[in-house]
């Protein structure tokens, strides 16, 4: 079968899911194509969705503006994405839509194939920085996947406890402002940075500072332009254990692509090319 794929968004022009998913269908010796359907504000999305399924179009990614705006436009919805209220994920089943989200999946699983006894060794102390759409699904998936203690940090709190009504009957989080969680850092086996704070051009910026972190903490940033935030660098100065967040990238497609085909794809040496294409940027 040739595998119609694409991603819809805008803007679109930049984004790596082409390169990504091409090397996927080379690796798992399949044939077909990904292509980039940018639909400008201007134009009209429901046409362009009645365009897809005269198409056929096997499956394919949604980005920014319309994780949300695609919902109606679905069959069916798995439960993740409906606790997200956001979708990035569609594959056809037979002519029928089903939605998924494999941001905050392709999180962890980026996260646990760097360090693999993160989530197996006794339960770990968690810390989410940020409260936006990313924060939504990497706490949904670290709670399913049966973390107990994940706490939440963010400027404005009334979204962290938003995110929070997600919670299991075994889950405890507690809700913390920037500050507060400054001070308690040290209580934290792993810290997930996801605001936009540190972003290019603003690379100096960091949420909040680190000096109270705890020696071999797991550090893990979001941001990946640049590649290493400050926020990373001072991490691994006080002794913390790094993540680069464009590794999600890869694993969020990974997941995508396994919806689609049934294949799971070796990563191989993709994070070197990735690392060496954002560079260039
Ligand atoms: P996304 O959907 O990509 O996660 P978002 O919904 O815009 O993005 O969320 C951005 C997050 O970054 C929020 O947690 C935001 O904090 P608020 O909820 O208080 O707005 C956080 N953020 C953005 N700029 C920030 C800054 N300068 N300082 C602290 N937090 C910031």
Redesign the pocket.
């Known amino acids: 079968m040739d595998y119609k794929l694409g991603l819809i968004g805008y803007p679109i022009q930049h984004s790596l899911s082409p390169w990504i998913h091409e090397q996927f269908l080379q690796s798992a010796n399949l044939t077909g194509s990904y292509s980039k359907f940018e639909i400008a504000p201007d134009q009209s999305f429901a046409a362009k969705m009645e365009m897809l399924k005269e198409s056929q179009i096997d499956g394919f990614n949604i980005t920014v503006p319309y994780k949300e705006t695609i919902i109606p436009y679905l069959d069916e919805i798995d439960d993740a994405a409906k606790k997200m209220g956001a979708v990035n994920t569609v594959v056809n089943r037979n002519g029928l839509w089903i939605g998924y989200n494999t941001d905050g999946s392709g999180y962890v699983r980026a996260l646990e194939s760097k360090f693999p006894a993160l989530f197996t060794a006794g339960p770990k102390r968690i810390l989410i920085i ?6 939504r699904g990497i706490y949904y998936a670290l709670i399913t996947n049966g973390n107990t203690y994940v706490d939440i940090a ?3 709190v009334a ?1 962290a406890m938003d995110i929070a009504s997600l919670k299991k009957t075994d889950t405890i989080t507690q809700i913390l402002t ?1 500050s507060e969680a400054e001070e308690v850092l040290a209580d934290y086996d792993l810290i997930i940075q ?4 540190g972003m290019r051009p603003l690379t100096t910026e960091k ?1 909040l500072s680190l000096h109270n972190l705890k020696q071999g903490c797991i550090v893990s940033d979001i941001v990946y332009q640049p590649l290493e935030t400050a926020f990373l660098t001072e991490a691994k100065t006080l002794g913390g254990q790094i993540h680069h967040g464009h590794t999600m990238l890869l694993y969020q497609a990974q997941y995508a692509f396994e919806i689609w085909t049934n294949k799971r794809v070796s990563l191989a040496n993709m994070d070197e090319q990735l690392q060496h294409i954002l560079e260039g940027r």
Do not use: D, F, Q
């Open positions: 940020g409260a936006g759409g990313a924060a963010n400027r404005t979204s920037l996801t605001t936009s704070v949420v």
